[in-house]
């Protein structure tokens, strides 16, 4: 799992309901990356987001997080292959791979994606 997976795993579990979903996000951030580069790029926060979004994050509710439409979409996509894959593994890059998205490149979108799905913090 790369760092970013990482992230959206801290702030998945770290989640209480008095926090604002992309405050706990932003501090999980903060914990694992150096750089405010690194701890504000937008791909693997508006993927997590966005599943928040859609309450697909267990214990996270429904809500408006994010204005990324482009990366919650890649994730909710990711989820339904992910749900009918029939227990078969990815690799991010396969993940990716499956999205069918031509010469679009990955952003640690599906590291979000399968940290998540992994640990069984994404609704099934």
């Known amino acids: 799992m790369n760092k970013y997976g990482l992230t959206a795993l801290k702030a998945a579990q770290n989640y209480k309901q008095s926090d604002s979903i992309p405050e706990i996000y932003a501090r999980a951030a903060k914990e694992i990356f150096e750089t405010k580069s690194s ?63 031509g010469d679009k490149r990955s952003n640690s979108q599906m590291d979000v994606v399968l940290a998540l799905w992994e640990n069984g913090l994404i609704e099934k």
């Open 39 to 101: 701890q504000d790029k937008g791909c693997p926060k508006g993927t997590f987001l966005g599943l928040c979004e859609e309450g697909l994050v267990k214990g996270i509710p429904r809500g408006n997080y994010t204005k990324s439409v482009k990366n919650k979409e890649y994730a909710l996509q990711a989820i339904e292959i992910l749900r009918w894959a029939d227990n078969k593994t990815f690799t991010p890059k396969e993940l990716w791979t499956e999205l069918n998205l």
